[in-house]
T-cell receptor, first 110, second 115 residues
Framework: KQEVTQIPAALSVPEGENLVLNCSFT??????LQWFRQDPGKGLTSLLL?????REQTSGRLNASLDKSSGRSTLYIAASQPGDSATYLC?????????FGKGITLSVRP | GAGVSQSPSNKVTEKGKDVELRCDPI?????LYWYRQSLGQGLEFLIY????????KSGLPSDRFSAERTGGSVSTLTIQRTQQEDSAVYLC?????????????FGPGTRLTVT
């Protein structure tokens, strides 16, 4: 059974800092990995999807990497802003379902 | 274009009542998924539809939970004889073709509170 872990559960950084959010998973037999953002009381917004054959994806200030062999993914956020404050979830895709981590709640201080 | 929509956005019901939650996927998306987000459990998969059939119902927590999809579009998740532990946010997602190379797009969710 796939297990997805995101540590730490919460993170507070000053504005402008570059930061890395980590995600680890136990079963490397995945089709893809998705990073989502969730604002309080809202649904999920897809940020980046990395297919199993890819190593990384970039969108604006965000860069996500995938290392299937080690069961790790990272989400890099450059020059963080207060508007980046949210919960970030990673999820692995396999066997017709996504398996989610518990998320990292990010707070960017002005 | 329009995203995934869900209704109602909030539902408060008494223990023992039945509830129906609706999901309208993105037009043209053949795959539809239901997930549940609760405080203790995080986000959990419930069921997956490809067209009108549900090849994977493995996440449904009990036989009180059922779902159907008609016309390859709208889906309804039904919870019978609701219990307090059913309180959660129910999220629906859709994707194109259902291949796992394609992104899942999520709706805003239905917050269910069982009193």
């Amino acid at each position: 059974k796939q297990e997805v872990t995101q540590i730490p559960a919460a993170l507070s950084v000053p504005e402008g800092e570059n930061l890395v959010l980590n995600c680890s998973f136990t079963d490397s037999a995945i089709y893809n990995l998705q990073w989502f953002r969730q604002d309080p009381g809202k649904g999920l917004t897809s940020l980046l999807l990395i297919q199993s054959s890819q190593r990384e994806q970039t969108s604006g200030r965000l860069n996500a990497s995938l290392d299937k062999s080690s069961g790790r993914s990272t989400l890099y956020i450059a020059a963080s802003q207060p508007g980046d404050s949210a919960t970030y979830l990673c999820a692995t895709g396999a066997n017709s379902k996504l398996t989610f981590g518990k998320g990292i709640t990010l707070s960017v201080r002005p | 274009g329009a995203g995934v929509s869900q209704s109602p956005s909030n539902k408060v019901t008494e223990k023992g009542k039945d509830v129906e939650l609706r999901c309208d996927p993105i037009s043209g998306h053949t795959a539809l998924y239901w997930y549940r987000q609760s405080l203790g459990q995080g986000l959990e998969f419930l069921i997956y539809f490809q067209g009108n059939s549900a090849p994977d119902k493995s996440g449904l927590p009990s036989d009180r939970f059922s779902a159907e999809r008609t016309g390859g579009s709208v889906s309804t998740l039904t919870i019978q004889r609701t219990q307090q532990e059913d309180s959660a946010v129910y999220l629906c997602a859709s994707s194109f073709y259902g291949s796992w190379s394609y992104e899942q797009y999520f709706g805003p969710g239905t917050r269910l509170t069982v009193t």
